[in-house]
């Protein structure tokens, strides 16, 4: 049996669920303002790998979302997921973070945009049919009333950019989702299944998250 262990902290919900074959056994999960992630994540990890009745040591892979998404959380997931990985000797698989938050929409036609807050109008992006097959790669984005507007057919939007987004995005065939806000480690698990299958796997020792943008240190200007 194939027990993969999904990690996802891109955003401010710190995730964690275990699999078998592709099939969720126990998820654990918060969303907070403040991201605990840093308290939350390795008690979650403890917490069901205790409550599923088996062994770190009976874990086929780790998965773990790759961004893009918040700096300081990307950094903790990847962080333990890689030591799982140096510590049982296993692959660790990585899931794209968008595709993740698509995945929870379901939808018969049209394309996805999942969208994640990148500060004041701008965000990170992607496309996806209903097939879940990437149409556009991920990016970096400012919106405007201009943004998507050559796409006639119906896009549904998912992701924490609903609030600022609703108004400037106002084609007809223009569908929010708000109640699809963040990624989620239960998304992880079909997809994280699919690259095990494959032996799509990172190198454990040199894997990076996708930040897509530089992380920005600002200095106090104030003279001292």
Same mark, same amino acid.
Do not use: W
């Given at each position: 049996?194939?027990?993969?262990?999904?990690?996802?902290?891109? #955003? !401010?919900?710190?995730?964690?669920?275990?699999?078998?074959?592709? !099939? &969720?056994?126990?998820?654990?999960?918060?969303?907070?303002? =403040?991201? @605990?992630?840093?308290?939350? %994540?390795?008690? +979650?990890?403890?917490? *069901?790998?205790?409550?599923? =009745? &088996? #062994?770190?040591?009976? %874990?086929?892979? *780790?998965?773990?979302?790759? $961004?893009?998404?918040?700096?300081?959380?990307?950094?903790? $997931?990847?962080?333990?997921?890689? =030591?799982?990985? +140096?510590?049982?000797?296993?692959?660790?698989?990585?899931?794209?973070? %968008?595709?993740? %938050?698509?995945?929870?929409?379901? *939808?018969?036609? $049209?394309?996805?945009?999942?969208?994640?807050?990148?500060?004041?109008?701008?965000?990170?992006?992607? &496309? +996806?049919?209903?097939?879940?097959? !990437?149409?556009?790669? /991920?990016?970096?984005? /400012?919106?405007?009333?201009?943004?998507?507007? @050559?796409? #006639?057919?119906?896009?549904?939007?998912? =992701?924490?950019?609903?609030?600022?987004?609703? @108004?400037?995005?106002? !084609?007809?065939? +223009?569908?929010?989702?708000?109640?699809?806000?963040?990624?989620?480690a239960k998304e992880m698990s079909t997809l994280s299944f699919a690259k095990f299958q494959q032996s799509d796997f990172v190198d454990v020792a040199y894997f990076e998250p996708y930040y897509l943008k530089d992380f920005m240190i600002t200095t106090s200007?104030?003279?001292?």
């Open positions: 049996m194939n027990y993969i262990l999904n990690i996802e902290t891109a #955003t !401010k919900n710190c995730s964690v669920a275990l699999a078998q074959e592709g !099939k &969720i056994i126990l998820c654990k999960e918060i969303a907070e303002e =403040g991201y @605990s992630h840093a308290e939350r %994540l390795h008690v +979650f990890i403890e917490e *069901i790998i205790q409550e599923a =009745g &088996i #062994t770190f040591q009976d %874990l086929t892979a *780790i998965a773990v979302s790759q $961004g893009p998404g918040s700096y300081t959380g990307l950094r903790i $997931g990847v962080s333990a997921a890689k =030591g799982l990985c +140096f510590a049982l000797n296993i692959p660790l698989i990585a899931v794209d973070t %968008l595709q993740v %938050l698509a995945s929870q929409a379901t *939808i018969s036609e $049209g394309l996805i945009i999942p969208m994640l807050d990148a500060r004041r109008m701008e965000v990170y992006s992607a &496309i +996806f049919n209903s097939k879940l097959e !990437k149409q556009r790669e /991920v990016q970096a984005e /400012v919106i405007t009333e201009n943004s998507f507007e @050559s796409i #006639t057919e119906p896009v549904y939007f998912v =992701g924490d950019c609903a609030d600022k987004c609703q @108004s400037v995005l106002v !084609k007809p065939n +223009f569908v929010f989702l708000p109640e699809i806000k963040y990624p989620s200007k104030k003279v001292v």
